[in-house]
C-alpha cells in the first residue's frame, strides 16, 4: 500500500514558478514509478510527468516539456514537481500516483494510487 499527499499549490501569475511536492508511505514506494496528471472540470485527466522507480528515467507531455521537470528523493519518499514559466492554461487539479509499471506511465487507469491534488491557478 502506498499513500501519496501532495502539496504546494496556489495562485501564481503567469511566468512564475511552482514547486509540487508529493510525500508518500510505504516502504515500497522506491519500486514504484511516480507520475503527475492534471484535470479540469469537465475534462479527463491529463499526463504530465512521470519517473522511473531510480529517476533515471523521466517523460513528460508535449505541452510542459522544457518547463516542467520531476524529481524523485526516495530517501524522502518524495515527488517533486518543478514548474517553470507557468501558463493560464496550466491551471488545473495536480495529481500524484504510484503506478508498478514504467510502461503504463501515460495511463491513469493504470495507476494503482493517487493523491488528493492540489490546485494550481494561474492567473493572466
Known amino acids: 500500500q502506498v499513500y501519496v499527499v501532495e502539496s504546494g499549490g496556489g495562485l501564481v501569475q503567469a511566468g512564475d514558478s511552482l514547486t509540487l511536492s508529493c510525500a508518500a508511505s510505504g516502504r515500497t514506494f522506491s519500486s514504484y514509478v511516480m507520475g503527475w496528471f492534471r484535470q479540469n472540470p469537465g475534462k479527463e485527466r491529463e499526463f504530465v510527468a512521470a519517473i522511473s522507480w531510480s529517476g533515471d528515467n523521466t517523460d513528460y507531455a508535449d505541452s510542459v516539456k522544457g518547463r516542467f521537470t520531476i524529481s524523485r528523493d526516495n530517501a524522502k519518499n518524495t515527488v517533486y514537481l518543478q514548474m517553470n514559466s507557468l501558463k493560464p492554461e496550466d491551471t488545473a487539479v495536480y495529481y500524484c500516483?504510484?503506478?508498478?509499471?514504467?510502461?503504463?506511465?501515460?495511463?491513469?487507469?493504470?495507476?494503482?494510487?493517487w493523491g488528493q491534488g492540489t490546485q494550481v491557478t494561474v492567473s493572466s
Open positions: 500516483a504510484a503506478v508498478r509499471s514504467y510502461s503504463s506511465r501515460y495511463y491513469s487507469g493504470d495507476y494503482d494510487y
